[in-house]
């Protein structure tokens, strides 16, 4: 069973700084991107960062480009979200996600495209 765990999130004034975790288990990690997506209520679940299964090729919306970067650890089998000069508009609930097959990067920004979530964690950003 695959489980994905998020945490670090919390409450930050803008133009500071968090760095989310996402902790895998139940299959290898090595062989499956990831993604991040988050929500704000009411709204859309939208795409934030990919990162491909070697950690070589990322990719991140338009709003976070330059701000946020993706990575991963395979050996500690976690994927990370590091989020500089936030802004109150990156209020919201992130999830990282995975799809079922291995290697495969297809249509990473849709939520379609992955099969496990986890429960999310709560970022906000005061102005």
């Known amino acids: 069973q695959v489980q994905l765990v998020e945490s670090g999130g919390g409450l930050v004034q803008a133009g500071g700084s968090l760095r989310l975790s996402c902790a895998a288990s139940?299959?290898?990690?090595?062989?499956?991107?990831m993604g991040w997506f988050r929500q704000s209520p009411g709204k859309e679940r939208d795409f934030v960062a990919h990162?491909?299964?070697?950690?070589?090729?990322?990719v991140y919306a338009d709003s976070v480009k330059g701000r946020f970067t993706i990575s991963r650890d395979n050996a500690e089998n976690t994927v990370y979200l590091q989020m500089n000069s936030l802004k109150p508009e990156d209020t919201a609930v992130y999830y990282c996600?995975?799809?079922?097959?291995?290697?495969?990067?297809?249509?990473?920004?849709?939520?379609?495209?992955?099969?496990?979530w986890g429960q999310g964690t709560q970022v906000t950003v005061s102005s």
């Open positions: 139940g299959r290898p990690f090595s062989s499956y991107s």
């Open positions: 990162i491909s299964w070697s950690g070589g090729n990322t």
């Open positions: 996600a995975a799809p079922r097959a291995a290697y495969y990067s297809g249509r990473y920004a849709s939520t379609s495209s992955y099969d496990y």
